[in-house]
């Protein structure tokens, strides 16, 4: 809101400041800045109740950041404690597995050592039955041989 100019004599009040002591050099400073004074924009000033509540907003909001920062160190212990229950249990878990994975592999040496007797035991009896047909075989063989040489003497002598 501006208010309505009035003309302001420079001269007038040049001589008037002459008249009360003033050089003429100090007069037409002083004069020269009541000038400009007047053509400031005084709208563009900040009330006194204007700055009292920015200055209660700056506060309040001090006190926001206060709490945030409160509430920020909070959540970092939190977040802390988390992360030493997690570490703690992932390394139960990790703990948990090597043993686990000790008994299996003792399980798994143990069932192959016993597979391996199996494949022998088997491989043996195979090599048994083999060596024991083959001795049927043969045996067989001379069976029928010495039957058919028996036969074959008896339509020779006859």
């Not at 040049?14 to 400009?36: H, N, P």
């Not at 075989?137 to 058919?148: D, P, V």
């Amino acid at each position: 809101m501006r208010q309505e100019q009035v003309n302001f004599d420079t001269y007038k009040y040049v001589k008037d400041f002459e008249k009360a002591g003033f050089k003429l050099e100090q007069a037409e400073a002083l004069v020269q800045t009541i000038s400009a004074s007047r053509d400031f924009d005084l709208s563009r000033l900040a009330t006194k109740d204007q700055i009292f509540s920015l200055e209660k907003d700056i506060h309040s909001t001090q006190k926001n950041i206060e709490s945030l920062e409160k509430d920020i160190k909070s959540l970092d212990k939190d977040i802390k404690n988390l992360e030493e229950k997690l570490t703690a249990k992932i390394d139960g878990v990790e703990e948990r597995l090597r043993s686990e994975m000790k008994a299996n592999l003792a399980e798994m040496k143990a069932s192959q050592s016993e597979m391996k007797a199996e494949i022998a035991n088997v491989h043996n009896a195979i090599k048994e039955t083999s060596l024991s047909n083959l001795r049927w075989t043969i045996g067989t063989i001379f069976t029928l041989f010495g039957i058919l040489l028996g036969v074959a003497y008896k339509i020779l002598a006859h």
